[in-house]
């Protein structure tokens, strides 16, 4: 599986931007991806991920009610939608595929950077005044 992300940009305080993850060499509805952040002297840090074979998003708490994740199977893409951005929010975003375990992961599975089997490059996110 091979991972390519981008969308990022620079966008003011309470903008939108939309993060893609293309996926190629598997169908993306076949394996769960999640998408983690990094900022400058942070650690990575898990916003968002959606499961395969049947209902499944899970969100970090901070960003609930402002990031949706969604995919788009004909597109073979995840989508990251970031909605009332706030200066906290600038990072290196990464999208990574859970894609060789033997059954579909669990919530908290999916929450670990640990537990992702593929990384795509990371799309910078700056949100600046």
């Known amino acids: 599986v091979q991972l390519q992300a981008s969308g990022g940009g620079l966008v003011q305080p309470g903008g939108s931007l939309r993060l893609s993850c293309e996926a190629s060499g598997r169908a993306v509805g076949t394996f769960a991806t999640g998408w983690f952040r990094q900022a400058p002297g942070k650690e990575r840090e898990f916003v968002a991920a959606v499961n395969y074979g049947g209902p499944g998003t899970y969100y970090a708490d901070f960003v609930k009610g402002r990031f949706t994740i969604s995919r788009d199977n004909a597109k073979n893409t995840v989508y990251l939608q970031m909605n009332s951005l706030k200066p906290e929010d600038t990072a290196d975003y990464y999208c990574?595929?859970?894609?060789?375990?033997?059954?579909?992961?669990?919530?908290?599975?999916?929450?670990?950077?640990?537990?992702?089997?593929?990384w795509g490059q990371g799309t910078l996110v700056t949100v600046s005044s």
């Open positions: 990574a595929a859970y894609a060789g375990g033997p059954s579909r992961p669990i919530a908290s599975t999916l929450w670990r950077g640990s537990s992702y089997h593929y």
